[in-house]
């Protein structure tokens, strides 16, 4: 089963977020068969704080414009190319994605859907 979150930092800048998504998503990947990465923009602090995300797979984006909107396409791009369970999006995290496990029925094709939240 493959999982992602999505946050608008990959580093301490986020504050509590980084510890808890951080910790959250190394416990997902310690169950077996769960593949889980992290996607987020980059910053002044992502280079030195990528390594504590292991063994979590966690991708950085360049934010073109004004940090504060944190407008990424890559980061989209490479967010639907890829293929998770389920992909849930909540306003209310301030641009932080909460990650669901949605478990894949055997029926179902190779080609998972993404749901998105909103």
Not at 13 to 21: N, Q, R, T
Not at 22 to 51: H, K, N, W, Y
Not at 93 to 112: K, Y
Request: proline residues 7%; neutral net charge; charged residues 20%.
């Amino acid at each position: 089963m493959r999982t992602a979150s999505v946050t608008t930092s990959l580093s301490r800048k986020a504050g509590g977020l980084f510890d808890s998504m951080q910790r959250l998503d190394q416990c997902l990947a310690e169950i077996p068969d769960m593949a889980v990465s992290m996607l987020g923009t980059q910053d002044e602090f992502t280079s030195g704080d990528l390594a504590a995300w292991a063994p979590v797979t966690a991708y950085h984006f360049r934010v073109l414009g004004p940090t504060d909107f944190g407008y990424a396409p890559a980061l989209c791009r490479k967010l639907l190319a890829q293929s998770h369970a389920q992909l849930p999006f909540d306003q209310r995290q301030a641009g932080h994605v909460i990650p669901a496990v949605n478990p894949r029925p055997a029926s179902q094709s190779s080609l998972e859907r993404i749901s998105v939240f909103r």
